[in-house]
């Protein structure tokens, strides 16, 4: 069976619509990277940016070249800590949150 609807699309119009689901899908993404997860932290990431402030206005805003941050985020992409902790900042303060990380015993 067909989907109707593009899932991309879908993330996207639940992004813009729904303020609670753009904050669980950018802690998301940063938890699944603090969890050794980064293929899928980098993935959830690259759709939480498309959907909010895109690569053109991140790239200018924390002064990277927009197509360094797709590939940065793309399936082969290896960001750099340094690089990858600025965007995260970025976009927190984007989002007008603040993240910590807590510490839970196993």
């Keep these: 069976m067909a989907l109707t609807r593009n899932f991309k699309e879908t993330v996207l119009a639940r992004v813009q619509a729904d303020p609670q689901?753009?904050?669980a899908l950018l802690k998301e993404g940063i938890e699944t990277l603090l969890a050794g997860d980064v293929d899928s932290g980098k993935t959830i990431l690259r759709d939480y940016i498309k959907a909010t402030v895109g690569f053109e206005q991140l790239?200018?805003?924390t002064g990277s070249s927009p197509k360094s941050l797709i590939r940065m985020f793309g399936p082969t992409?290896?960001?750099q800590?340094?690089?990858l902790f600025s965007?995260?900042?970025h976009l927190q303060r984007h989002?007008?949150?603040t993240l910590?990380?807590?510490a839970q015993p196993q």
Excluded: C, H, W, Y
């Design 21 to 23: 689901f753009r904050d």
């Design 59 to 61: 790239g200018a805003e």
């Design 77 to 79: 992409g290896n960001p």
């Design 81 to 83: 800590a340094r690089n």
């Design 87 to 89: 965007v995260i900042s």
């Design 95 to 97: 989002a007008g949150l």
């Design 100 to 102: 910590r990380v807590t």
